[in-house]
């Protein structure tokens, strides 16, 4: 049985295909030849030669490809041609052409080859990259002057990338790490370039925390613990390192900004000496300070003492007890006849009632004496008291010990009363039930007697006859408690009140401006806080300390609790 007959004509597949082929090669946009390799003539042509290299097609048919001035004017046809007779292909050569309209282009060539009923062809292709040349060559000149911006910067920049192998280090970085050039630090592992160590250790810097290492693991990170250990100096650094992500969100590379902290080192450990002098020098001051409150003091006493001793001797000196020594001398003349004497003798009848009255002279004179004695002993013991006082708080420096906050208002309160008793001053205290606490009782009392010889200067500057000062303790919560020095004086003027606690401030003439600084640095170095307010000049001022209640952790032995105190120290 026969196959049925096909409707219609049967179409030659092999002649569309040529047909298809032939159309495709025409209409690429990609500006193509093709000629015989053994003559080296064209044989075809598309149309993109004339929108890309000006030439006609039809005109290209039958010249020598290689020898048209497209190529000859090109610089890089010798290393083409030698190429091409080498290894029989181009691959990616770059030349730079000239156009029939005299433009000059630079286009990407391969050329390839086949073989065709026994004829060798050369397929030359050819894509224009003026464009994505000139692009490059600007992107050339912004990498180069991004560069210099970056070797300008006096801070060191590294950029690893994700395998954590260096690619770029401008030149503050290459010079901190110790490496000549870029090709000195390029090519090395991270590893390699960290070999550092931990800042005052001699241990080696652990690689995965090193900072770049973090970052690219997607952890920005600042850290200031790391040392360079180089052959002439060691080099402790400052590194910031952040991550940098491409748009898929990977991490590909990551950036270490870097600095050389030496001079901020030196200068840190410069400035903690001089804080550490600055303040033991206020410590000292503050020491000084007592000393001469103390000195104050016992001086107000001790003239006192002075004025009880100089009246006590003029009693001595004025005394009747001479004329009990005349009256026995009397007596001793008529001891023979005493009976006679005291009858008829004048002076004899008149010693009885003169013993009298000089018996309640002596008594009186001896009440008097007892009185001014009592007084001086009560001075003496008040001498003793600040001795004491003075005593315990030099050696008490710094030491913490579990005490009430109103007897250590007490304590600096004697330390300066005599002063305010002399000028007029009213002092109250008012203090509500406050366990007690561990305090430092030195820097507490160093703080109030500075407080209170403020207030005492603001109100003998006013000339006031009501001058007064409170001082008021509260507990601002469980772990808090503030202690606040009004005083109705002088006040502060506005822009002054930023500079009270500065060093070396003062308004006094013989004044030297450092009792309210070292009041401040005590405050901070037991973790509480020093502020001062007033409202103006001649409204007076509150000066407000702020302390932490710190209990202790174990049972200890206290001193019994204290009551609500409202003492008053009027004048006297």
């Known amino acids: 049985m026969t196959p049925p007959e096909p409707e219609g004509p049967i179409q030659d597949s092999t002649n569309l295909t040529k047909e298809v082929h032939q159309q495709v090669f025409l209409s690429s946009p990609t500006p193509t030849l093709i000629f015989v390799k053994s003559t080296g003539r064209i044989v075809g042509a598309n149309t993109a030669t004339t929108r890309v290299l000006g030439y006609d097609p039809a005109a290209l048919i039958g010249k020598k490809a290689l020898t048209l001035s497209l190529f000859n004017d090109s610089p890089e046809q010798a290393d083409l041609l030698a190429e091409l007779r080498t290894s029989g292909s181009v691959q990616n050569r770059e030349l730079t052409c000239l156009t029939t309209t005299g433009e000059i282009i630079h286009l990407l060539v391969n050329i390839s080859q086949c073989t065709v009923e026994g004829t060798t062809y050369f397929i030359l292709t050819a894509s224009e990259i003026t464009e994505q040349l000139e692009n490059r060559r600007t992107l050339r000149a912004n990498e180069k002057q991004l560069l210099r911006f970056l070797n300008a910067v006096p801070f060191g920049i590294l950029v690893v990338d994700a395998q954590r192998k260096p690619i770029m280090a401008n030149r503050a970085a290459r010079a901190m790490l110790g490496k000549g050039s870029a090709q000195d630090v390029a090519g090395e592992t991270l590893n390699e370039i960290y070999a550092v160590c931990m800042a005052e250790s001699v241990e080696d810097y652990p690689v995965e925390r090193t900072p770049l290492v973090r970052a690219l693991k997607g952890e920005p990170c600042t850290v200031d613990d790391i040392v360079i250990n180089r052959v002439d100096r060691i080099v402790p650094l400052e590194v910031t390192a952040t991550p940098v992500y491409d748009e898929a969100g990977r991490i590909t590379h990551a950036i270490g900004v870097f600095q050389d902290i030496s001079e901020r080192k030196e200068s840190a450990e410069k400035l903690a000496v001089t804080n550490e002098q600055l303040i033991e020098t206020a410590r000292l001051a503050g020491k000084a300070e007592i000393v001469t409150g103390v000195l104050h003091n016992v001086g107000n006493v001790v003239n006192s003492i002075g004025v009880i001793a100089t009246v006590v001797k003029n ?231 702020n302390l932490p209640l710190k209990r202790p952790n174990l049972a200890v032995s206290i001193e019994p609790p204290n009551i609500p105190n409202t003492r008053s120290a009027e004048p006297g």
Do not use: W
Request: glycine share 6%.
């Open 315 to 545: 009693r001595i000196r004025h005394s009747r007890i001479r004329s009990v020594s005349r009256t026995a001398d009397l007596l001793r003349e008529h001891s023979d006849d005493l009976a006679q004497f005291f009858s008829a003798n004048e002076q004899g009848k008149k010693i009885p009632a003169f013993l009298s009255k000089l018996s309640i002279q002596l008594v009186q004179e001896q009440e008097e004496q007892l009185h001014e004695m009592e007084e001086l002993i009560q001075h003496i013991q008040h001498i003793t008291e600040i001795v004491n006082i003075q005593q315990s708080m030099a050696t008490a420096a710094g030491l913490s010990e579990m005490v009430s906050i109103d007897n250590i208002i007490d304590a600096a309160i004697q330390m300066d009363e005599p002063s305010l008793h002399k000028y007029g001053i009213s002092l109250t205290v008012e203090c509500p039930q406050i366990p007690p606490a561990i305090f430092d009782r030195h820097r507490i009392v160093q703080i109030m007697i500075n407080l209170i010889k403020n207030a005492k200067n603001a109100l003998l500057a006013t000339g006031k006859s009501n001058k007064q000062i409170k001082v008021t303790v509260s507990k601002i919560d469980d772990e808090n408690i503030r202690i606040q020095v009004e005083d109705n004086g002088i006040g502060i003027e506005e822009d002054h009140l930023e500079r009270v606690f500065n060093h070396g401030f003062t308004t006094k003439k013989d004044g030297h401006g450092f009792g309210l600084h070292s009041a401040q640095i005590a405050a901070h170095e037991m973790g509480g806080s020093i502020a001062v307010h007033s409202d103006g000049k001649g409204e007076g001022a509150v000066f407000t300390l």
